[in-house]
Every structure is written in C-alpha cells, then in structure tokens.
C-alpha cells in the first residue's frame, strides 16, 4: 500500500477513516441481461490479431454501441485502489468536495460534481455525485486538485495514462481498421498529449428509498447519450445500468469481472456520419437484494482533440457507403471542434438547478444535433 493512501485511510490531515473498498456481491436475481460481445486485448499484439478484433468489434461499434473489454493489461489490484481512493473522497465533508467544482458555466467537466440539482418538481434531489480528474498534460496544470487527489496524484496520474494507453487507443487502433483509415487515424485525433477534456472519474449513486427512486424514474424514465467518443465503465458489480438495444428493448448491462464496458459516444457518430453507433441508457434502481449498496463507479471518458474538426473523416468504406458528405470533403469549410462542442453540450445539460423534461427535443451546436431524451 502507497504511503499517499495509508495516511488516506488511517485519517490524517482530517481526512475520515475508510476501509479499503472492496466489490459488494452481485445481485442474485434473474435479470434480462444484454448480451455484449467481448474484446480480449491480449491478442492486440498477436499476428493478425488487431484484425480479428476489429472484425470482432464492428457488429458492436455500428449496431449495439456496447461490448466489453478483457485482459488489458491493468492489474485489478490498481483499478481496486483508483475505487478506493473515489470511496476515500465521497466521504469528505461537503466543504472539501466543494473546494473545486465544476465549471459548468463554461461548460468544463474537471472537478466536483455535487448531487444538488432537482428532479422537476419531484421534491426529490439527484443521487448522483461526480468527481473528474483531468490528464497530467502542461495544459491543465493550474487545475485544482482535491486533497485526496494530491496526496495520491503519481499513482492516479498514471493510471489515467495507463488506460488510455492500454485500452482507449487500441480500440481507436481497431476502429480505425474497420474504417480502414490508417490504425493510428482515430488515435491521433484523440491523443492524450494534446489539449482535450479527457477524464477519470469517481462517481457514486448514493442509497436512496424505493420511494425516492420511483418519484425520480416517473420524472422521467428516457436514456441518454454521452457526449464525447469513448466511455470505459470498469466492473463494480451493482446492477443498474440498462441499454436500449437495436430492437428497442431495454435490457441491463451485466459486470464482467476484470473487465471493462465500453461504449461510444456522440462525437464519435460525427466522425463517422452514424456509422458507428452512440448508444443509448440509463440508470435505474437497483435490484432489491442491492438497493441499500451505494453505487460506486470507475470510469474514464475519451473526448476529441481540441483540434479536432467534427466533420466526417476520409474513410474509403465510409465512401462506399455513401457516409462522407460532399461538404465536409471541403477541409476549408469551418466546422466546430470536438471541445467546443462538447463544452457547449455539458453547458446546456449541466449548467442548471433543476433537471427539466426535455421530451421530443433536441441540442443544436454548430450543424450538428442530438436528440435530450430517449423513451
């Protein structure tokens, strides 16, 4: 055990003492499970072995939008410490957690997210709680940091880098087989060394009544879609996240020990003109036997280049299939960048105290569009 964690969890400097998190039982009931296809990464490096995987992984990126990842490479151990250190952190009183909030006025993600918004007029507040941690580039170097983060800033800076590395760009390095653009296309526009709103987070749902859960899905019981490229979502066993698959059912995402869910996101679609697939879903209530189990969760988000133009890339299948736009073969028509659209997407989710029904409506930025809100 690190030194940065031993005086975390033993409570120096004020901080509450907590046990080393560790992952609840799953759910024994008899849940409709998605079936998800599963990407073995340990073949990456295998002759012809990136070209299987891609063959693997194209039903998933243009039809689903979810698969799992195995065998990257991250020892479980590390990624049990990464949940440690979030659990570490949601405990800290309020005036800690608050220190270095969320700009969502400016539509920036790195920092606190507190669970003080509304649910309409449900009386009921979010349960949800963020923190996102931003990749050590010289970018980001005056961001602040919470105290958790500080103290342990080597371990999580590098496996923020580690992921991306061992996970997010193989699967660029993938996609961009299928796409048949050159395997470092889709990587390059992504890449961790330059300026882009890439993010580790530590997220919880907190424990809330049946009550409370059933007044907040009554609100409003749509999915979602995420706003960036990439989401890795790492196991933590409580059920509840579902998604709406090609047939319109919605079906829950099982937990694969050791591994890692993935799905895309919009600014991906962009890329690629829907060819491949942002994938809706949600969060429900967890199963009865979990209810009382705060959902504590592991995930990084890939997000575009700061320099990354949100035109269709040059890909020949894409051509083909008749997905590449006549406009955005002109590389001199101005289109937003990957930043400015998904700061201008996190601004207009984000930056309110109430959460508003937005049924049959859609966000607009810069010729592209999403729908809010997804039955």
């Known amino acids: 055990m690190a030194p940065g964690l031993i005086e975390s969890v033993h409570g120096t400097s004020n901080t509450p003492s907590v046990k080393p998190w560790s992952r609840p039982e799953p759910t024994r009931e008899d849940l409709n499970w998605a079936p998800l296809a599963t990407i073995d990464l340990s073949r990456f490096d295998e002759p012809g072995g990136k070209q299987e995987l891609a063959k693997k992984l194209y039903d998933a990126l243009t039809r689903v939008g979810f698969w799992v990842v195995?065998?990257?490479?991250?020892?479980?151990?590390?990624?049990?410490?990464?949940?440690?250190?979030?659990n570490q952190f949601f405990k800290e009183s309020l005036e800690e957690k608050r220190r270095f909030p969320c700009n969502f006025a400016e539509g920036e993600y790195f920092g606190y997210r507190e669970n003080s918004r509304w649910i309409g007029d449900t009386g009921v507040k979010e349960n949800v709680e963020m923190l996102n941690i931003h990749k050590d580039i010289p970018a980001w170097k005056n961001v602040g940091k919470h105290r958790i983060v500080e103290e342990n800033w080597d371990e999580i800076r590098q496996f923020h880098r580690e992921v991306w590395d061992k996970v997010a760009r193989k699967l660029y390095v993938l996609m961009s087989i299928i796409l048949e653009l050159p395997e470092n296309y889709l990587a390059d526009a992504h890449a961790y060394d330059e300026v882009s709103d890439d993010?580790?987070?530590?997220?919880?749902?907190?424990?809330?009544?049946?009550?409370?859960?059933?007044?907040?899905?009554?609100?409003?019981?749509?999915?979602?879609?995420?706003?960036?490229?990439?989401?890795l979502l790492f196991s933590q066993h409580v059920a509840g996240l579902q998604i709406r698959t090609p047939e319109g059912e919605w079906k829950y995402v099982k937990p694969v020990e050791g591994g890692i869910t993935c799905n895309a996101a919009d600014t991906l679609t962009f890329l690629t003109n829907g060819f491949i697939k942002s994938t809706v879903h949600r969060v429900v209530t967890p199963p009865k036997d979990q209810i009382n189990i705060d959902r504590l969760g592991l995930l990084y988000f890939s997000r575009p280049g700061n320099d990354t133009p949100m035109r269709t890339v040059p890909s020949p299948l894409l051509d083909r299939l008749g997905l590449v736009p006549e406009e955005h073969k002109d590389l001199s028509r101005p289109v937003p960048t990957g930043t400015e659209y998904v700061r201008a997407r996190v601004k207009d989710v984000h930056h309110k105290t109430v959460l508003d029904k937005r049924d049959g409506t859609s966000f607009k930025f810069g010729g592209l569009a999403v729908q809010n809100h997804y039955e």
């Open 70 to 86: 195995t065998n990257t490479g991250i020892e479980d151990e590390r990624v049990l410490r990464q949940f440690n250190f979030g």
């Open 199 to 231: 993010h580790l987070r530590y997220m919880i749902y907190n424990v809330r009544s049946q009550e409370d859960w059933d007044k907040a899905q009554a609100y409003s019981k749509g999915g979602h879609t995420d706003f960036g490229s990439l989401t």
